[in-house]
DNA sequence: GGAATCCGCACTAGAATAGTGCCGATTGAG
DNA sequence: CTCAATCGGCACTATTCTAGTGCGGATTCC
């Protein structure tokens, strides 16, 4: 299912939470109590999110997570890597690394295989376009997060009439 | 996880070959012997498919299955929705069914209900974005499915300037 | 020394996913 | 009219993923 897991809320939660307080160190206690969150999996997506390097996290008493760089700099697309992988969309290309090794044994007739990845690039760029700053704004109005002046169709061009270059990404 | 189930991965080459047959009368036998696919959830993706309006079926000897519409009118999002719900992100807003009722408990106090909207919104456009027709069409450069002229930071428009990627991945 | 806090391991229960089998209903061809 | 091809529906199993919980150890501040 398209979807994330709870594990990747309760992490998304921590990581607003701590944008709010930024700079300051915030123990995964103080999150638990605020927000109804069993304490025992937000302790492992903070984890988590610590062994990714997007948080840093001091021991001991008056200790916690705090961010280790500005909001602005962290994505949306880093944060559910580190909270429950790299996102994939299809078998071919769980396994096979991306086109790497041809291990996909339907690779060959594979009529979607291409077509899968490009989407799974789609999506990727999507959640990367997205930082966590502004994923924290509350005064943010929702549809222009992603939404542009542009009609989406537009924008992601659907019938790919015009296939201008773009821009290598991957 | 951030992925489609095998079985909309078995719908989607069902479709592709659909498309590439346009207007033709294509058993599920066919399909089945031309990709490695086991059969019988071939035949489920497809029954998914022809329950939610994409394809025609017909039975008998030399029935199968076509397309109700031309491959362009069909877009991805209609695929997933038909073949596995419409895409929710967190339990949030699997509930409620979208803010019509505000049965999410954790409503008043979440920080990232209506962000995670948003982004569920942004991948909702992005596949409602893409026609079956550009998914089948192989002549058209992966990169430009979905990618457009503009930087895709700027169209989901966001203040993160794209960290470096990271390749590594799983 | 005690309390707060992060760290790591292991375990259970439930749900979702993947896959398979079987038989009935429909329809075209011989 | 019989046979074979094909869709349609039901039920079942095994595996993996997800969610949640417990416990004890290591650090650090007071």
């Known amino acids: 299912m398209l979807k994330l897991t709870r594990r990747t809320e309760y992490g998304l939660i921590a ?3 701590l944008t709010d307080r930024e700079g300051e160190v915030v123990s995964s206690t103080e999150i638990g109590e605020r927000y109804p ?3 025992r999996l937000l302790a ?3 984890k988590a999110l610590q062994q990714a390097g997007l ?3 001091t021991r001991g008493a008056h200790g916690g997570y705090s961010l280790t760089r500005s909001a602005d700099e962290i994505t949306l697309g880093e944060i559910v890597t580190a909270l429950e992988g790299r996102p994939t969309l299809t078998s ?3 396994l096979g690394a991306l086109q790497a ?3 996909c044994d339907v690779q060959h007739v594979c009529p979607i295989r291409t077509p899968l990845q490009r989407l799974r690039t789609g999506m990727w760029n999507l959640l990367e376009g997205v930082s966590l700053r502004s994923l924290a704004d509350r005064s943010v109005n929702p549809t222009d997060l992603f939404a ?3 009609e ?3 924008i992601l061009h659907v019938h790919a009439r015009a296939l201008p270059q773009a821009p290598g990404l991957r």
């Open 152 to 154: 989406p169709a537009a």
């Open 101 to 103: 090794s041809g291990a």
């Open 92 to 94: 071919c290309e769980g």
């Open 15 to 17: 990581l607003v939470h």
């Open 148 to 150: 542009s002046e542009h």
């Open 44 to 46: 492992e997506a903070l």
């Open 55 to 57: 948080l840093h996290s």
């Open 37 to 39: 969150v069993p304490k």
